[in-house]
């Protein structure tokens, strides 16, 4: 949610940071803006912004915009529309001072008023620009010193980069909540808010704490806390190239990442299978096998397609480890006063490691002592640093706002921990051997799957008309429905409810008719002919059925046809021809796939 980046060295800074704020826009995509430290005589800042996307931005830079130090911003409107004004960055009153923001700032009203007080006039109706003034107005001697005095005020959340005019040979960036990435380069330093904007410079980072600064030159970069101290930061290397951030031969990245599912899944098990014991090893856990035993519960938190990978891998957990699992959206759990109870194993699962509400969560279960791991795909990222240990779910970087290939991977992490906790308890070896053989499998039925695509494109011709769409399925089945719904309507904007099929008849059916289509998930599990009979009533509805299931339905209109595994790990393989009936219903409507309207990734506020 927003992108920031930022260059200094010796290259010309608009067209870097125009191609930053290109790989950064799957974060917010209502405007742009960038300044740089203008080289020449008259020397200054000059800021150019543009509501809209990107190339917007481009088409309006000035003829003259030459400077090899710069900041940009990639917004997803908070405070305020989404228009010029309100684009970042914001520059205080005399022009000196740029700032570009991601996050939010509680007390923006109150420092606003009591700027205007003082005489200072608003250019927006951002909470950003109170820091711009804030800077430009503190009489302390150095960049830092300035930043750091008006950060003193600020409540809420931020990841910023300053410029200002007399400091032309820096940059100074702070975080508190948001994420920033210093990339380290040679005689060039490079600022982010996601590496997905460095790696094709460079693969060394730095990952900014909550509470640390760091200022920028050419040559040098220095970290320090908030309150002046410094802090010791190595270079990590970044583990995907460039390319793996790259759309390659697709028109899409969800395409792409669709795609890779089956490479996704090799790459999470790579590793972890224990075949001597018919177990899994989970190095990052920090939990031992009496510390496993003595769980009594597991609570697992996420939001969106995270809380439905969630509610599967809760399942996945009761049936295997028999320990009584579920899953709450984080979003809610964190403002129920929550009892905390100390033998539940808490689980934060997220694709991003920055959604606020998950980090939210976590923060109040630490705060009450719980113990609370993390499942999540960033490496390094505000949720996996926050946690006690966890799994990283492995699946490479995701660009495309709608999640696809990390959900697969987070449910197939889940089925390791589940495995690993079953193991530890009463799962016997031959259960453990026979979950194992199914995970060994996945791969190869999800190229299977794949390879069905131009029949999926089909169905998704014949479905494209819906205005609205119903999704079943029961027990392992409801949460492949709940995710395939989100899907369908994120992307295509097609109406979509998702139910238990157990539950049709206590109200949803009154909507079956033949303008509603039915999406039904009918694995050969013993729930079968329990599915089978909701078929039915859907049809004596005349509804339309399209199922997902392991044999062709004689009650459905139309079956996609997915390879078996094992009944646990169905749910699995049942979600992925629904990803792609979502994009080609989403592509045949003309939907900006990668971005739908008002969604952006990384939700990073409230
Ligand atoms: C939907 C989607 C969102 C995210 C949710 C949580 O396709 O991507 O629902 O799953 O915003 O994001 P993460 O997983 O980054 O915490």
């Given at each position: 949610m927003c992108g920031i980046v930022g260059?200094?060295?010796?290259?010309d800074v608009a067209p870097l940071l125009l191609e930053g704020l290109q790989r950064l826009e799957y974060r917010g995509y209502d405007s742009a803006g960038i300044a740089i430290h203008a080289s020449g005589k008259t020397g200054g800042l000059k800021t150019a912004k543009a509501k809209g996307r990107v190339r917007e931005l481009e088409s309006r830079l000035p003829k003259r915009f030459a400077g090899t130090t710069g900041i940009a911003h990639t917004r997803w409107a908070t405070h305020g529309a989404p228009n010029d004004e309100n684009a970042h960055p914001h520059v205080d009153a005399e022009g000196k001072v740029a700032v570009v923001h991601n996050g939010i700032i509680d007390n923006a009203a109150e420092l606003r008023a009591k700027l205007?007080?003082?005489?200072v006039e608003f250019a927006s109706e951002t909470d950003t620009e109170v820091l711009a003034h804030l800077i430009g107005r503190s009489q302390a001697e150095k960049l830092e010193e300035k930043v750091r005095e008006a950060l003193r005020h600020i409540e809420g959340t931020y990841g910023i980069a300053v410029l200002h005019s007399d400091f032309a040979d820096r940059i100074v960036v702070a975080r508190n909540g948001s994420p920033v990435v210093l990339g380290i380069g040679e005689k060039e330093m490079f600022v982010s808010s996601d590496v997905a904007a460095l790696v094709s410079h460079t693969r060394q980072v730095v990952t900014l704490d909550d509470g640390e600064m760091a200022t920028l030159k050419a040559d040098d970069y220095r970290t320090y806390t908030t309150e002046g101290s410094r802090t010791t930061s190595s270079p990590e290397t970044v583990e995907y190239a460039a390319e793996s951030y790259d759309m390659g031969a697709h028109d899409t990245y969800m395409h792409k990442e669709i795609s890779e599912q089956a490479d996704?899944?090799?790459r999470a098990l790579r590793g972890r299978i224990d075949d001597r014991f018919s177990t899994v090893h989970l190095g990052g856990l920090n939990l031992d096998a009496r510390e496993a035993r003595g769980v009594r519960r597991v609570k697992i938190l996420g939001c969106g397609t995270s809380y439905h990978a969630g509610q599967i891998g809760a399942q996945m957990i009761e049936e295997l480890a028999r320990i009584p699992s579920d899953a709450e959206p984080a979003s809610e759990f964190r403002y129920r006063n929550p009892v905390v109870d100390p033998d539940t194993l808490y689980v934060a699962v997220s694709q991003s490691g920055e959604t606020y509400d998950v980090l939210a969560a976590v923060q109040e279960l630490k705060r009450k002592g719980a113990r609370v791991l993390g499942l999540v795909n960033v490496?390094?990222?505000a949720i996996a640093r926050e946690t006690d240990g966890g799994i990283y779910v492995h699946a490479g970087p995701e660009v495309c706002v709608v999640s696809t290939k990390c959900f697969?991977?987070?449910?197939?992490?889940?089925?390791l921990l589940a495995l690993h906790l079953g193991r530890i308890r009463d799962l016997s070896v031959a259960d453990g051997k026979r979950i194992i053989d199914g995970l060994r499998r996945l791969p190869q039925q999800i190229t299977e799957i794949l390879a069905g695509e131009a029949e999926i494109k089909k169905l998704a011709g014949l479905y494209a008309d819906a205005k609205s769409m119903m999704f079943i399925g029961r027990v392992r089945g409801y949460p492949v429905a709940r995710e395939a719904s989100l899907k369908l309507k994120e992307v295509s904007y097609i109406h979509a409810e998702a139910y238990p099929a157990s539950e049709l008849k206590h109200g949803p059916l009154a909507l079956i008719?033949?303008?509603m289509p039915t999406v039904a998930i009918v694995p050969d599990d013993d729930l079968l002919e329990k599915n089978r009979a909701a078929l039915e009533e859907i049809k004596a509805r005349s509804g339309r059925i399209l199922a997902v299931a392991h044999q062709e339905q004689e009650k459905a209109d139309h079956t996609i046809v997915v390879p078996k595994n094992e009944p646990e790990l169905d749910p699995i393989l049942m979600g992925?021809?629904?990803?792609?009936?979502?994009?080609?219903?989403a592509l045949s409507l003309g939907r900006d796939i990668d971005k739908p309207r008002n969604l952006a990734k990384s939700v990073t506020v409230e």
């Open positions: 260059y200094i060295g010796k290259r205007t007080a003082d005489g996704a899944v090799d490496v390094g990222s697969t991977n987070m449910v197939v992490s889940f089925a008719e033949p303008a992925i021809p629904l990803q792609l009936l979502a994009y080609h219903t």
